[in-house]
């Protein structure tokens, strides 16, 4: 249970970026490709929990000052240094290997997410703002990844939206921490000392209000929309899935674990499932008449 908790399989949630090119080029259920991209997955979610467990190893003397951080297995002393280093090594040999397997470019975007988690724990997660976007650079990547890893290109607005959308992720979760904290805040994580909850809340709404006109460009005006009319049916859920979020987050000050309100929130799982749906509809082809 706690190397369970150690790895963090509820975060590989959000490894199901990887998927967007293999669903948006219409390789959906093409057997070749089909098995790339769960490949593509695995190594993205070895490599990702490797990452973890090395924050969680250097993180472990400020985890144990944090409420509830304190409850992981290295903070908590449920698992030894030793130990979760040679799961890190281990995790981060699989992934590695996989990348390695798929190609070159595939294996360079997944040294690149290494290369800026390194830094990320290293320095960049102590410094306001360059820390959230060095994890959005991480999201990027995931995407780039499942393109590279089937030899699709991808747009660079779904990019540009997927930036966006992991920067409101990410200054929500930075809000979560900079409120449950109190004035303790800068004692667990040093960049919340730079931050006020009245520049989170300008953040993540800036960053809710570009990643809907991103996704909405995308979806009338990109290639992938040209020759997939019907892609304009998943603007209505990203709209609603992003209002949905902004609520949670603005009324109840949650955020903190952007994977479980995305398992726990009703709204949120209608919001994702129906884009996925309605994807794949426009995807084999369906459009919407009234449109031109």
């Given at each position: 249970m706690s190397i369970l908790r150690l790895l963090r399989p509820k975060q590989w949630s959000k490894n199901l970026l990887v998927f967007a090119a293999y669903l948006f080029a219409g390789h959906l259920g093409w057997q070749e490709d089909t098995g790339q991209i769960l490949l593509a997955f695995a190594a993205m979610c070895l490599v990702s929990s490797a990452t973890y467990v090395a924050n969680d190893i250097l993180d472990r003397e400020?985890?144990?000052q944090h409420p509830k951080k304190k409850e992981r297995p290295i903070a908590s002393g449920a698992i030894s240094v030793p130990v979760a280093i040679a799961i890190l090594v281990l995790l981060g040999a699989g992934g590695i290997g996989i990348g390695w397997y798929l190609g070159l470019w595939p294996l360079a975007i997944l040294g690149g997410y290494v290369l800026t988690q390194i830094l990320y724990n290293?320095?960049?997660?102590?410094?306001?703002?360059?820390?959230?976007?060095?994890?959005?650079?991480g999201f990027v990547l995931r995407a780039a990844l499942g393109a590279q890893a089937i030899d699709v290109p991808i747009s660079g607005w779904l990019l540009f939206c997927t930036a966006s959308l992991a920067l409101m992720l990410g200054f929500a979760k930075r809000r979560n921490e900079f409120i449950a904290q109190g004035d303790d805040r800068s004692n667990s994580r040093e960049a919340l000392a730079d931050y006020s909850r009245q520049i989170l809340d300008v953040f993540v709404s800036l960053f809710a209000g570009v990643s809907i006109m991103s996704y909405s460009i995308y979806s009338f005006q990109s290639e992938t929309a040209q020759q997939y009319p019907g892609l304009l049916l998943t603007t209505p859920f990203v709209l609603y899935g992003v209002c949905r979020y902004l609520l949670i987050v603005l009324t109840k000050n949650e955020g903190g674990e952007p994977a479980e309100i995305l398992l726990r929130d009703p709204h949120v799982i209608i919001s994702?499932?129906?884009?996925?749906?309605a994807a794949i509809f426009a995807i084999q082809g369906g459009s919407v008449p009234i449109v031109n």
């Open positions: 400020r985890d144990r290293l320095k960049l997660k102590h410094v306001a703002v360059a820390d959230v976007f060095t994890i959005a650079t994702v499932v129906g884009f996925v749906a």
